[in-house]
């Protein structure tokens, strides 16, 4: 079956650690973002990329960083340097051509930071 | 600034009542309008993309449409099973592959 997974499902963590959240896709889209959820927010987007080697911030970047090594895999570090890291974490893919444009995700990493 | 709005917050229907969700936006140039669903815990599930005023798109007890200010997902008939908060976010001219989302309408469908 295609289709994106992240891991873990929870995540905890103590302040003053950096975390890694995966990402996965086998749907070979082009395009990877990440957005952050929080309770009465919309997503607010932190990174995304459009292809391999690239990728560009979003409106929350601060205190997270990203890499995209692989078409497949993007994956997201919440740094110690981000104040607010408890949230709900989602990533997405998205094909990005032929007038293609809709975002399909993943089913979340709750964080919890203490 | 661009804003895209969702309305109402919090909606509560019974089994069978049908109605309307609202999202509005002002932006500069619309290349796309979303919406998704989400339930409790979970990832959105993407529904529908509309790109023009009076594009229209159906499925099952959903149908979603756009003006030139806003889309309404009209709900006919709606069941517990469709309790969830639905999305709206918007893609813009000079926005890249980037969307912006509203804040949600929480629905609930009681028997």
């Known amino acids: 079956d295609g289709g994106i997974t992240q891991s873990p499902k929870y995540l905890f963590r103590k302040e003053g650690q950096n975390v890694t959240l995966s990402c996965e896709q086998n749907l070979n889209h082009d395009a990877m973002y990440w957005y952050r959820q929080d309770p009465g927010q919309g997503l607010r987007l932190i990174y995304y990329?459009?292809?391999?080697?690239?990728?560009q911030k979003g409106d929350i970047a601060e205190g997270y960083s990203v890499s995209r090594e692989k078409k497949e895999s993007f994956p997201l570090t919440v740094t110690s340097a981000q104040k607010n890291p408890t949230a709900f974490y989602l990533c997405?893919?998205?094909?990005?051509?032929?007038?293609?444009?809709?975002?399909?995700f993943g089913p979340g990493t709750r964080l919890t930071v203490t | 600034e661009d804003q895209v709005t969702q309305s109402p917050e919090a909606l509560r229907l019974q089994e069978g009542e049908s109605s309307s969700l609202n999202c509005s936006y002002t932006v500069s140039g619309l290349r796309g309008l979303f919406w998704y669903r989400q339930d409790p815990g979970k990832g959105p599930e993407f529904l529908f993309t509309?790109?023009?005023a009076g594009e229209e798109k159906e499925k099952e007890r959903l149908k979603a449409t756009l003006t030139k200010k806003e889309s309404f997902l009209h709900i006919t008939a709606p069941k517990p099973e469709d309790s969830a908060t639905y999305l709206c976010a918007v893609r813009l001219t000079g926005g890249g592959n980037k969307l912006t989302f509203g804040t949600g309408t929480q629905l609930k469908v009681e028997l």
């Open positions: 997405a893919s998205s094909p990005s051509r032929d007038r293609v444009y809709e975002q399909y």
């Open positions: 990329s459009q292809i391999v080697n690239d990728f």
């Open positions: 509309l790109y023009s």
